[in-house]
């Protein structure tokens, strides 16, 4: 496979190329789903294919092909070259990469369990026992549960000498439970919305424990049903998990890819608050806010050790003390900012260029326990899980919404509600940050499809978060 | 080996009742920002899968890989995966074969220096009023089969292109967009001349408290609503799941009497005649004067019911993928002309359910957004975010306009509705 990279690589070069890289991927996929007491797919899924980049008179061009032959591979190099003549034609940017280390090396990922060892029936069979758990009463009308396995192996090279292997499985899954009644519909998830996923195996799913959860979140189902309305007013938010994540994810993950800054994303996802004026000085969040994207991070889905243009992963640091600090940041943006690379080019499969993805977008956590942080909340409401979510193009302007609220008075959790929404401006919200929890509580997320670009790519992102309380944050927008 | 002989080859190395899908396509795409090309990507791939039936127990498996052991490796393991399944007791059958309504139609994408030609015209629009554009043409090509071991035997060609413009001045923006089945119809400078034009009138955007405000929505907004409808709503999974708005409302008179919705892939955006079963994609009346008249089914969902398929798989579940909201009898300026005091909408932004029974969702106004007085088109006004209940939306006082648009979703007009909740201001 090195030999057909080479080619790729040796076509694109003696079509005039000043510069090339390749990826090889190959790509191994299960997924079972069971569905109100009923397999409703099982599915084994196998892909290959090449990418290759080039420059060409300093324009970008890129091809993909699943022809992984030598005349596949030569067709796809000089593909990469007709685009790039296309785009030098119509009126390019100019790309220059910065310098780096030239990655070299072979690494697979550890795991305990194959999960692919595991008997798919095995597999069929723990989630149609959690189906039989949540099926705890006649409103309970969709009960679904999902386990993925993945194996990617991906070889890189480039012609600046780059020769690096790496292999990843990730394993996860979970379940969710919705009841209905009338006009109403609640959902309750386990562990997190679409499930939780780790750079795991089988181990991943064990430790999980789906079964222990699922009768109780059919139960909370059936009980959001009848449950008060969130109510309509300012208070302190206390937020951890999936939740916690997804905050991260959309308002501190997004707005730091560098890319943004320079209008890549302009037309499509849009662009980013956090300009390049404000970097080492914008008061990001309150002095407690920490945040960190971690690619070294262990089991983390964000985890690799080179990034898909051979630069090393790292650990920066987003936001420390509150202070914006750092982007995320890609080859060709690291030379437009004149520093190198972070290490956050990533791309989907073989057949997409790499756009800068985030890593594990991690809160760094404080020195409350969970039940210090609730004992002293006068007033507030806390969420685990989310349910929806929408921001806007400048990431500033949020309104995520929970499966279940818990509403705190006098330091008491006193029940729950239902539609549990919150609204805010990014970096009012983060300045209210006043407190957050200690490492004993930090929830590892895994985002198996964070979705970015044009064509658009689903990226393995992770997030590592204990809980935080905000204050005076706009709860309960939602109207009937 | 072409779609067609790879997807003969599977079925008959495929024992028993077995439905494969094999699709050979091809796409580019130039993207650019600040009038300059920064990615230009192209891509070839199959896509192979396998479904087999085995006394109601199923498997599935897929690959990209062009090879016969590849292939058959593929068909081993979807066979191995229906031998150790429980059964699906609601499983029928695969559909049977059904005419094709009609045959489809594709154009030969433009080469790459053709496309750069394409954006150039764009971007020399915007260069001459002094606006930045981004932006993203992209080209797909392929050839899609459909096999089953019931007889169905659907094969078609398709092409679909599309140039999406925004036009940035200063801290004014505007969208334009055009989706078609054949690039030549693209005129990219006069697509260019709209987002510019809308653009230099959003400059220097004031704030308005929020609150509910009457509204004119351009197709651009409207056909993002409508995929909410799609999924929610008009789909035989979501009503038989009792998720669906209509669970019980069918014959119900649920929206203003002007509305109705069809899905018709003859006449749709871009029409396509048949589904991921390969069956025939028949027109289905979703709203008729403002009743609710009914969804759409795939094989699974219809036989759950003693049905038909009305040919709308899309593959988990069918999805109404050709709507189209007839039009009203106003123009654009018509419609404006009725908001007293109203907001102009132009394109919506990251929108997301809220509350998928209730069809409460929330996001936000982009790219063109403004404030009407008596009228009047007054002044732009910074992106607001909204929290709409849709049913009630679209459950009376709506106006329609006379001109319809391909979208991403559907072929629809513009539309005035009363009393939008816009519950937000986008701003630092």
């Not at chain 2, 750069?116 to 020399?124: C, L, Q, T, Y």
Request: proline share 5%; hydrophobic share 40%; glycine share 8%.
């Amino acid at each position: 496979m090195q030999e057909l990279l080479k080619k790729a690589i040796e076509k694109a070069l003696n079509e005039g190329a000043s510069f090339a890289d390749a990826r090889i991927v190959r790509r191994k996929s299960e997924e079972v789903i069971v569905k109100n007491g009923k397999p409703e797919r099982i599915e084994s899924n196998e892909e290959a294919g090449l990418g290759i980049r080039v420059i060409w008179k300093k324009a970008l061009g890129f091809a993909a092909t699943n022809d992984l032959t030598p005349e596949g591979v030569r067709k796809a190099g000089e593909m990469a070259i007709q685009m790039a003549k296309g785009a030098h034609k119509a009126g390019h940017m100019e790309v220059i990469l910065s310098e780096e280390e030239v990655g070299k090396g072979s690494f697979t990922f550890p795991y305990k369990e194959d999960p692919f060892d595991i008997p798919l029936p095995d597999k069929v069979d723990y989630l149609l026992e959690c189906d039989r758990l949540m099926n705890v009463s006649p409103k309970i009308k969709v009960r679904e549960g999902i386990l993925t396995s993945i194996r990617e192996e991906k070889l890189f090279a480039s012609s600046e000498g780059a020769d690096i292997e790496q292999i990843i499985t990730v394993c996860g899954g979970g379940i969710s439970a919705t009841a209905v009644e009338g006009e109403e519909s609640q959902q309750r998830s386990y562990p997190a919305f679409g499930g939780n996923y780790a750079q795991m195996g089988w181990e991943f799913v064990k430790s999980l424990d789906l079964h222990s959860q699922a009768e109780k979140i059919a139960k909370e189902a059936e009980a959001l049903l009848n449950a008060s309305l969130c109510p309509s007013d300012e208070r302190a938010l206390i937020i951890g998990k999936s939740m916690l994540g997804l905050q991260i994810h959309e308002s501190c993950g997004h707005p730091s890819e560098a890319d943004r800054v320079f209008g890549y994303e302009t037309s499509y996802a849009g662009d980013t608050f956090l300009t390049r004026d404000k970097l080492g000085n914008f008061q990001y969040g309150s002095p407690l806010v920490n945040i960190v994207a971690d690619a070294t991070l262990p089991n983390a889905l964000g985890h690799f050790e080179f990034d898909d243009e051979g630069v090393r992963a790292q650990k920066i640091e987003l936001v420390k003390e509150g202070i914006f600090q750092n982007y995320l940041t890609s080859r060709e943006v690291a030379y437009k900012l004149g520093i190198k690379s972070g290490g956050c080019a990533r791309a989907e499969g073989y057949s997409n260029l790499p756009l800068i993805r985030m890593t594990n977008i991690n809160l760094q956590p404080g020195d409350f326990s969970l039940d210090e942080l609730i004992q002293e909340t006068k007033k507030g409401l806390m969420i685990e899980e989310y349910s929806s979510w929408s921001i806007d193009d400048k990431r500033l302007n949020f309104q995520f919404a929970g499966e279940i609220g818990w509403l705190i008075e006098d330091g008491e959790i006193k029940g729950m509600v239902k539609n549990p929404t919150y609204t805010g401006i990014t970096p009012q919200f983060w300045n209210s940050l006043d407190a957050i929890t200690d490492e004993s509580t930090l929830f590892l997320q895994g985002v198996p499809n964070c979705g970015k670009g044009e064509p658009p790519q689903a990226m393995l992102v992770g997030h590592q978060v204990p809980y935080a309380r905000f204050q005076k944050v706009r709860i309960g927008v939602m109207k009937r | 080996m072409r779609a067609m002989d790879i997807a003969k080859f599977v079925l008959e190395n495929t024992r028993g009742e077995a439905q494969v899908n094999v699709s050979d396509y091809s796409s580019y795409l130039l993207r650019f920002t600040h009038n300059k090309i920064h990615q230009a990507v192209q891509k070839n791939n199959f896509f192979i899968n396998v479904k087999v039936v085995k006394e109601k127990k199923i498997g599935e498996a897929s690959t990209n890989v062009v090879e016969e052991e590849a292939l058959k490796k593929m068909i081993s393991t979807a066979q191995t995966i229906a031998d150790i399944s429980p059964p699906n007791p609601d499983f029928v059958s695969l559909p049977k074969p059904t005419p094709l309504p009609f045959a489809p139609t594709y154009v030969d994408p433009p080469s790459p220096l053709e496309a750069g030609e394409i954006v150039r015209s764009a971007i020399a629009e915007a260069e001459k009023k002094g606006v930045l554009l981004s932006g993203a043409f992209s080209a797909t090509k392929g050839d899609i089969c459909v096999l089953n071991s019931l007889g169905i035997n659907s094969y078609g060609t398709t092409s679909n292109y599309a140039l999406r413009l925004v036009a940035i001045k200063d801290d004014g923006s505007g969208y334009s967009a055009c989706l078609t089945i054949d690039w030549r119809e693209i005129n990219p400078s006069q697509l260019a001349e709209e987002a510019i034009e809308r653009a230099l009138a959003s400059v220097n955007p004031k704030e308005v408290e929020p609150g509910e405000y009457d509204v004119v929505l351009l197709p651009y907004a409207v056909d993002e609503i409508m995929m909410f409808f799609g999924w929610f709503g008009f789909n035989a999974q979501a009503l038989q799941e009792g998720r669906s708005f209509l669970e019980g409302k069918i014959g119900e008179k649920l929206f203003d009497e002007r509305i109705t919705l069809v899905d018709d892939a003859q006449n749709a955006q871009l029409p396509f005649p048949f589904d991921w079963e390969g069956v025939a994609k028949q027109r289905v009346v979703l709203v008729e004067k403002g009743v609710a008249k009914g969804v759409v089914y795939d094989s699974f969902t219809a036989h759950k019911e003693g049905l038909q398929s009305t040919g709308h798989s899309a593959r988990n579940a069918p999805f109404p993928s050709d709507m189209i909201l007839y039009s009203g009898e106003h123009t654009l300026e018509e419609l404006i002309n009725t908001l007293d005091k109203g907001i102009l909408v132009t394109r919506l932004h990251y929108t997301n359910i809220v509350h998928p029974k209730q069809l409460v969702f929330t996001g936000l106004t982009r790219d063109g957004t403004f404030f009407v007085e008596k009228g009047k088109v007054k002044y732009p006004l910074r992106n607001l975010r909204f929290t709409q209940n849709l049913l009630s939306a679209f459950s009376k006082d709506v106006l329609l306009g006379n001109e319809l648009k391909r979208g991403e979703y559907s072929l629809v007009p513009a539309v005035r509705l009363s009393n939008f909740n816009f519950t937000g201001i986008s701003k630092e």
